[in-house]
């Protein structure tokens, strides 16, 4: 089961037509871990997700990148295999909770197609499904029938809901084979059916690895399905069609939310170069040099480079992707840190360092597993001391 969490569950489909456009609602019970199971409130079948539009062209934009300019961004690709579309008519849906979602509206040319998954801090954040060469000149949101996006306000979308923290492609034939074989293993196993996901994807999926797979659920029927992780796991996930200058789709590309602005690092990682591009030649090798002689405890060296203007208690080491101070603390050098506080250092860390529950310098040296010294803590705690005594609000 992967590593984000599953909850396995029995979907209970129900179509309704609404003023002629076929709306599906989801009501599920699931069993996790030996638990009873227990129903869960339906997913709603409308957008629950906010993208802008031009945010999400920069990420489709990735598609047509090389491999070495998809690199610096922190985004692998990956071939995942052929999908079989006899009839031109896909389907994009979470396949363990609403395999029976109704296709696109647009069809393309039968066939066998590649799909690819891009890939950024170890999840699924793009699935390509590629029906021609060449790189697409406009992309537009893929819908369903009854669905029409110039209903949709400027930071809407249309897509499905993720509840079982999968995605898939499949051409309708596809679709229909996975609800026959899913109908065959409730009907083979009675009572001891769980659900679609532990029946029928689970076995496939961790076989490869647990984060994708190209099953094919009847072994007398060519359909296939593309399933894979999406992005961080639940969700609500728009579909994109690449199309060229004559309105051809080239592309059918689904956007899990992983890649910010088409660039798939963390958002630190994204600091961190920004302030090693920003920085002089010389200040990089200062930082370095400066570096190695804390490293070295050649505090004189260290002394040196900062009085000198050379370097600064927040001065950015490449190296360590921190700063002086959070190394002095890092390696417990307690004379590296008391240099540093008399140079002004602050006690707030800089924002790229920050977490939910570290903020300041002091509160990253009591998280580290192993205490520090008891001379740097005595540092440590005359310099909450002095800064609190300058700030009012603390006294």
């Known amino acids: 089961m992967p590593e984000f969490g599953r909850l396995v569950g029995i979907a209970l489909v129900a179509a309704i037509v609404i003023s002629g456009a076929t709306a599906v609602l989801v009501a599920r019970a699931s069993r996790q871990e030996g638990r009873p199971l227990t129903a869960f409130d339906p997913p709603a079948d409308k957008p629950t997700r906010h993208v802008d539009l031009t945010t999400a062209n920069e990420n489709l934009g990735l598609t047509a990148s090389s491999e070495t300019e998809l690199g610096a961004r922190g985004v692998t690709r990956h071939k995942l295999g052929y999908l079989d579309v006899p009839t031109g008519a896909i389907v994009a849906a979470d396949p363990a909770v609403q395999p029976e979602r109704p296709a696109f509206a647009r069809t393309v040319t039968p066939g066998r197609y590649a799909l690819t998954l891009y890939k950024a801090q170890s999840r699924v954040a793009m699935a390509e499904l590629r029906f021609a060469d060449g790189t697409p000149t406009r992309w537009q949101l893929a819908v369903v029938a009854g669905q029409d996006a110039g209903t949709l306000k400027d930071d809407e979308i249309f897509g499905y809901p993720v509840d079982a923290g999968l995605g898939c492609f499949m051409d309708v034939k596809g679709r229909d084979a996975f609800l026959k074989r899913d109908a065959r293993e409730q009907a083979r196993l009675g009572s001891k059916y769980v659900s679609s996901y532990d029946d ?176 740097l803590s005595k540092i440590i705690a005359d310099w909450e001391s002095a800064r609190s005594a300058l700030d009012p609000s603390k006294r």
């Open 200 to 375: 029928i994807i689970a076995g496939p999926l961790d076989a490869n690895g647990g984060n994708e797979v190209m099953l094919q659920p009847l072994p007398d029927e060519p359909a296939n399905v593309a399933i894979f992780q999406s992005g961080w796991g639940d969700g609500f996930y728009a579909s994109y069609w690449g199309l060229d200058d004559a309105g051809t789709p080239l592309l059918l590309v689904t956007d899990f939310g992983v890649i910010d602005k088409g660039d798939g690092r963390p958002a630190h990682e994204i600091a961190q170069a920004a302030i090693t591009a920003a920085m002089t030649s010389e200040q990089q090798r200062d930082s370095k040099d400066g570096y190695a002689a804390l490293k070295a405890d050649d505090f004189g060296a260290v002394s040196a480079l900062l009085r000198q203007g050379r370097i600064a208690p927040e001065t950015h080491i490449e190296e360590t992707g921190d700063t002086f101070t959070f190394e002095a603390i890092r390696l417990d050098k307690p004379e590296a840190l008391a240099l540093l506080v008399a140079h002004d250092a602050p006690i707030t860390m800089p924002e790229y360092l920050r977490t939910s529950k570290i903020a300041t310098y002091s509160d990253y040296a009591r998280a580290l597993n192993k205490p520090r010294s008891a001379e």
